[in-house]
């Protein structure tokens, strides 16, 4: 289980900072990207379940996760209990069976990017693909000066008046890792 939650930081991985952003868009997709910056940007809280998938075939996780501007918790419940807390500049993992504890940075990151608040495609991470079809938006970012670091991609369901709802993000390393998460019976944070 550690092994995979080490994985999810691997597979998320990038490097660097240049100039990046837009560039090399249509005009749709650029208005597309600009509309899920808006989303995340908005967002004050997302919470509800999630599955994880990789980077070992077969290999899979879930449990239940919080997302709030500039953080995201991820509470393991299978196979094996066990927290990840994503924000603040660093990773903190927590093996709730074996007491270990792991601390990365999140500095080089693309993960740090999804947590960046206020949330804006800039500064070194260049927005590789944006693909909308049947409901389902996809927006792919990696690091705009050594794309061969990684990926990252983000996923939403888009509803018939236009309105996003994060639905996944997928890591893939510049070792060619793969890890998916999978959101689901996500709902607004609970105030009180």
């Known amino acids: 289980m550690r092994r995979l ?45 999630f599955l994880q998938t990789g980077p070992e075939a077969g290999a899979t996780s879930g449990g239940r996760f919080v997302f709030t501007p500039g953080q995201l918790r991820l509470a393991y419940d299978t196979p094996h209990v066990m927290h990840l807390v994503a924000g603040d500049g660093r990773i903190v993992m927590t093996d709730e069976v074996s007491g270990a504890v792991t601390r990365l940075s999140l500095a080089r990151n693309p993960l740090g990017l999804f947590l960046r608040v206020p949330f804006h495609f800039n500064n070194g991470i260049q927005v590789t693909s944006v693909q909308e079809t049947a409901g389902v938006v996809q927006l792919s970012a990696s690091q705009a000066d050594n794309p061969s670091q990684g990926r990252l991609t983000l996923q939403f369901a888009k509803d018939g008046s236009g309105r996003l ?28």
Do not use: K, M, N, W
């Open 5 to 49: 939650c080490a994985a999810l930081v691997s597979a998320v991985a990038l490097a660097g900072c240049a100039t990046g952003g837009l560039s090399g868009l249509s005009p749709e997709q650029q208005a597309t990207a600009r509309h899920v910056e808006a989303y995340l940007d908005g967002v004050t809280g997302l919470q509800g379940r």
């Open 165 to 192: 709802r994060l639905i996944g993000l997928d890591g893939v390393d510049a070792r060619d890792h793969h890890v998916q998460l999978r959101f689901y019976d996500v709902q607004p944070v609970s105030s009180g």
